[in-house]
């Protein structure tokens, strides 16, 4: 019945990504908190924290959606880059270009379920909007080390 509505061939894939994607976040933001020194280290610790713990919730129902529609989650992560550099300014950086990369696969989830199925479109809809806040709120951090 779901196959009627939604092309899965399509869609269980990119819900794979957004998962492999979700968790890599995961390690990423839990290693950050780990890191980062400085007088800003305890809010940001806190801050980076609670990104690994929402990446894990992603993660979760990511995988919830894809085993509904029949699909096998891969076991894994995507490839982390990093630069080794760990000044918070960096961190910030690779931390946005890893949220944009996540709002590609939830964007282009949105596109496969347009029209096809308001639960997915809705889902991908308030996960685009969360990862957009998330840029938001890295690039507000972002300008205390970038003004001078």
């Not at 980076?48 to 076991?75: K, V």
């Not at 894994?76 to 000044?87: K, V």
């Amino acid at each position: 019945m779901v196959d009627s509505m939604i092309n899965t061939e399509h869609v269980i894939p990119v819900l794979n990504e957004i998962m492999l994607a979700e968790l890599s976040g995961v390690v990423r933001y839990t290693h950050y908190s780990l890191v980062i020194t400085g007088p800003n280290r305890l809010p940001l610790v806190a801050f980076m924290q609670a990104q690994a713990d929402e990446s894990l919730l992603h993660a979760r129902q990511a995988g919830e959606i894809l085993t509904g529609l029949g699909g096998h989650p891969t076991q894994g992560i995507r490839p982390i880059e990093e630069s080794h550099d760990h000044a918070i300014e960096t961190i910030l950086r690779e931390s946005i270009e890893h949220e944009r990369r996540a709002l590609d696969l939830y964007r282009q989830l949105l596109g496969l379920s347009e029209g096809n199925s308001v639960y997915l479109e809705e889902y991908a809809r308030t996960q685009i909007g969360s990862e957009e806040l998330h840029v938001i709120e890295m690039n507000k951090l972002l300008r205390d080390y970038t003004i001078g």
